[in-house]
C-alpha cells in the first residue's frame, strides 16, 4: 500500500535523525534525557493497517514463523490479527487477576492498535510485543524472558510480563486510575496515556476507546458505559480518584505544606484528572509537585520539589494556553541537574518544534513572559517571529545557547523561572 508505506518511510527517516543525533551529538546529560523522552514515548505501532478491527491483514511488521507450540496454552497465533483465541486469553488473564470488565477492555483496545493481539509481532524500529514495547522497555522485556528460560514471543510470558509491569515497576502508576475507570473507553485512554504513552501528535492514540468499546460488548454482551472525559462533567469520580491518589500528605521531612501550596496540589490533581495535566513520568513527578516549595537540592539532597510558583505556572498552562499541560521532567526525573531543575525552577513540556500545539504553548510562554515570570525558554526551531528567552528576555538561539543545547531541543519546550 503506497500511502503505508509512505508513513513508514518518514518514521524511518526521522528515527534515523534522531538516532544520528543520539550516538554522535548529545552529551549524556541529554542523552539521558531523550532516553527518558524515548521511554515516555513508545510511540510506534506495529503497523497503521492493524487499526481498523475488521483489518486482517496484518500490516507491515515481521512475524516470527513457526507456532510457538512450547508457549502453552496456545502459541502464539503467527502472523494471525485479531485472533479470537488470543483475545479470549488475555480476557481471561486480566479478569483472573481481578481487573473490572472496563479495564480489561481498555488494556485490549490498546493491544488491537498496537498489534492487532499478536504477540509476536515486531515493527521496524524493533518494537516489539502484543503492546508494542520499545527501546529499553522491549529490552528489558526480553532480558527477563531470557532470564527465567522463556520465549518472549509466547502470549502467556507477555501478559505476565505486563502484570509485573503494572504492579512491580513504576509503570505501577497506570493502575489505580484503570481501576477507578468507569468505562472501556476510559479505560483505554489511561491506559493509553500511562502506560502505552504514544505518540499524540500523530494521532497514534486515537480510536483506542472505540476498540474497548467494541470488546466490552463482546465479552460482557452489555452496552458500554459512556466515557465521562467526553463529556463535561466528571462529577463523584474524580472527587474518589483525589482520595485514592492521596490527598496533601506530610511531606518527608514531616510538615505539611503550606495552605496556598495545598491548594495548588489539589488544583493540580483535578486538571490532571480532568486530563489537562498529563504526567508523563507520573510517580517522580507527583512526588515533586507534592512537594511544593520544599524543594531539596542535588546533591546532598534527594532532589526533589518545585517551587511554588513553578507549580503555579504548570496549572496556568493547563488553564489557559489551551494545550495540554504535558510534561516529562521536573526536579525528581532530571538526573540531579545543577540548573534550575534540580531547583525546582523548570519544566520541560514534550511537544515537537513545528507542530500545532508546540508552536501555541511556545506562544503562550513567551507572550506571557512577565506574568509567568519566564526566565529561559529553549526549543529548537521555535516558531517564525519568536527567539529563545534567557535572563527574562528575548535571546538568540543559536548565539546564547549554541547548537549542541538545541539539538536537545527540539522534541521538548524547556522553561525555566
Ligand atoms: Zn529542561
Not at 227 to 237: C, D, L, M, R
Request: aromatic residues 8%.
Amino acid at each position: 500500500m503506497p500511502k503505508f508505506l509512505k508513513i513508514e518511510k518518514r518514521y524511518k527517516l526521522s528515527y534515523i535523525l534522531i538516532a544520528f543525533i543520539y550516538v554522535f551529538v548529545a552529551s549524556p546529560a541529554q542523552v539521558s534525557a531523550r532516553d527518558a523522552m524515548f521511554r515516555a514515548q513508545n510511540h510506534v505501532l506495529y503497523s497503521d493497517d492493524c487499526t481498523t478491527s475488521d483489518s486482517k491483514s496484518g500490516g507491515s511488521g515481521t512475524p516470527f514463523s513457526g507456532s510457538g507450540a512450547g508457549c502453552g496454552e496456545q502459541g502464539y497465533a503467527s502472523g494471525v490479527s485479531n485472533s479470537e483465541a488470543n483475545k479470549k486469553q488475555i480476557w481471561s488473564y486480566f479478569k483472573n487477576k481481578g481487573l473490572s470488565d472496563e479495564a480489561v477492555a481498555g488494556i485490549m483496545g490498546n493491544m488491537e492498535k498496537e498489534s492487532a493481539f499478536m504477540p509476536d509481532a515486531v515493527n521496524w524500529i524493533d518494537c516489539k510485543g502484543v503492546v508494542q514495547w520499545c527501546y529499553s522497555r522491549a529490552d528489558n522485556m526480553v532480558a527477563k524472558a531470557a532470564a527465567e528460560g522463556k520465549d518472549w514471543r509466547c502470549l502467556d510470558y507477555q501478559l505476565d510480563y505486563i502484570w509485573y509491569e503494572i504492579t512491580e515497576t513504576s509503570e505501577s502508576q497506570v493502575m489505580e486510575p484503570l481501576k477507578a475507570a468507569t468505562s472501556p473507553g476510559q479505560a483505554a485512554n489511561i491506559f493509553h496515556d500511562l502506560f502505552e504513552r504514544s505518540n499524540t501528535a500523530t494521532g497514534e492514540n486515537l480510536g483506542r476507546d472505540t476498540m474497548a468499546e467494541n470488546i466490552y460488548r463482546e465479552y460482557t454482551g452489555k452496552d458500554p458505559a459512556p466515557n465521562p472525559e467526553a463529556s463535561t462533567s466528571t462529577g463523584g469520580k474524580e472527587a474518589n480518584q483525589c482520595k485514592t491518589k492521596g490527598d496533601a500528605e506530610p511531606s518527608k521531612d514531616g510538615s505539611l505544606p503550606d495552605g496556598e501550596c495545598a491548594e495548588l496540589i489539589e488544583r493540580v490533581k483535578k486538571l490532571k484528572n480532568e486530563g489537562k495535566i498529563l504526567l508523563m513520568n507520573e510517580a517522580p513527578e507527583m512526588e515533586d509537585i507534592e512537594r511544593c516549595g520544599q524543594v531539596s537540592a542535588c546533591p546532598s539532597g534527594d532532589h526533589v520539589g518545585i517551587e511554588k510558583k513553578t507549580v503555579q505556572v504548570l496549572i496556568a498552562v493547563a488553564e489557559q494556553s489551551g494545550v495540554v499541560a504535558k510534561v516529562y521532567a521536573l526536579n525528581k526525573d532530571h538526573f540531579c541537574d545543577k540548573g534550575e531543575h534540580g531547583k525546582g525552577l523548570a519544566i520541560d513540556f514534550p511537544y515537537n518544534a513545528g507542530t500545532p500545539e508546540g508552536e501555541k504553548l511556545y506562544k503562550f510562554l513567551y507572550d506571557n513572559a512577565a506574568s509567568l515570570g519566564t526566565n529561559k525558554l529553549i526549543y529548537s526551531p521555535t516558531p517564525s517571529g519568536y527567539e529563545c528567552m534567557g535572563g527574562g528576555a528575548p535571546v538568540s538561539c543559536v548565539g546564547y545557547y549554541g547548537e549542541d543545547t538545541l539539538s536537545g531541543h527540539q522534541d521538548h519546550i524547556h522553561l525555566s523561572l
